[in-house]
C-alpha cells in the first residue's frame, strides 16, 4: 500500500507562484509513475503532470512552460511548481501514483487563482 499526503495548496493571484507537495510513504519501492492531476467543479479529472522513476516527464497541454515537476527519491516527495498561474488553474490537484497493480490518490489540496 502507498499513502499520498498533499499540501501546499492555497489562494494567490493570477500571475502568482505556488508550489505543491506530495509525501508518499509505506511501499514507495512499488511506485512507477507519480504525478498530479486535477479537477475542477463540473469538470473531469485532467492530467497535470507525472514523473517516472527515471525523471521522465509529462505535462497536460494546459501547464506546459509554466508547471513544474520534480521529485525527490531519498524522503519520497514530489513537488509542482505552479508559476504564472491563471484563473483557469483553480481546481483540487490530486497527487497519484501508479504501480503494476494499483492507483493510489491522496485526498487532494483546493488552489484558487483569483483574477
Known amino acids: 500500500q502507498v499513502q499520498l499526503v498533499e499540501s501546499g495548496g492555497g489562494l494567490v493571484q493570477a500571475g502568482g507562484s505556488l508550489r505543491l507537495s506530495c509525501v508518499a510513504s509505506?511501499?514507495?519501492?512499488?511506485?512507477?509513475?507519480i504525478g498530479w492531476y486535477r479537477q475542477a467543479p463540473g469538470n473531469q479529472r485532467e492530467l497535470v503532470a507525472t514523473?517516472?522513476?527515471?525523471?521522465?516527464?509529462n505535462y497536460g497541454d494546459s501547464v506546459k512552460g509554466r508547471f513544474t515537476i520534480s521529485r525527490d527519491n531519498v524522503v519520497n516527495i514530489v513537488y509542482l511548481q505552479m508559476n504564472n498561474l491563471k484563473p483557469e488553474d483553480s481546481a483540487v490537484y490530486y497527487c497519484?501514483?501508479?504501480?503494476?497493480?494499483?492507483?493510489?490518490w491522496g485526498q487532494g489540496t483546493q488552489v484558487t487563482v483569483s483574477s
Open positions: 497519484n501514483a501508479v504501480s503494476l497493480t494499483q492507483d493510489y
Open positions: 509505506g511501499s514507495t519501492f512499488s511506485i512507477n509513475y
Open positions: 514523473i517516472s522513476g527515471g525523471g521522465s516527464t
